[in-house]
């Protein structure tokens, strides 16, 4: 199994930073893409950004310029610079991995979740 533990949300004024990080333990073998979703009330969960291990990014176009998504392969951690925040960026924000877990010598690969952690912008 593998596990993720984010840390860095709060509240912010509109036009400030924050930044997010996560990080991931458990039996891993590999960790292919990390990410970063969010999930405002009454919204559904919608990418913010990803990355590969091998660092190629993507983001969502609302969040282009804005935010910054990075990863150090060798901890294991992914993390969201947030710039120029803006009251519609507020949302529960969930780390996600698509791993490779090796338990026992078994090899099974899935799509991992974080609990959560919570941006609110706001004056």
């Known amino acids: 199994q593998v596990q993720l533990v984010e840390s860095g949300g709060g509240l912010v004024q509109p036009g400030g930073s924050l930044r997010l990080s996560c990080a991931a333990s458990g039996s891993i073998f590999r960790i292919n893409v990390m990410g970063w979703y969010r999930q405002a009330p009454g919204k559904e969960r919608e990418l913010v950004a990803t990355?590969?291990?091998?660092?190629?990014?993507n983001y969502a176009d609302s969040v282009k310029g804005r935010f910054t998504i990075s990863r150090d392969n060798a901890k294991n951690t992914v993390s969201l610079q947030m710039n120029s925040l803006k009251p519609e960026d507020t949302a529960a924000y969930y780390c996600n991995a698509d791993a490779t877990a090796n338990s026992g010598g078994y090899y099974r690969r899935g799509d991992y979740w974080g609990q959560g952690t919570q941006v609110t912008v706001s004056s």
């Open positions: 990355i590969t291990s091998g660092g190629s990014t």
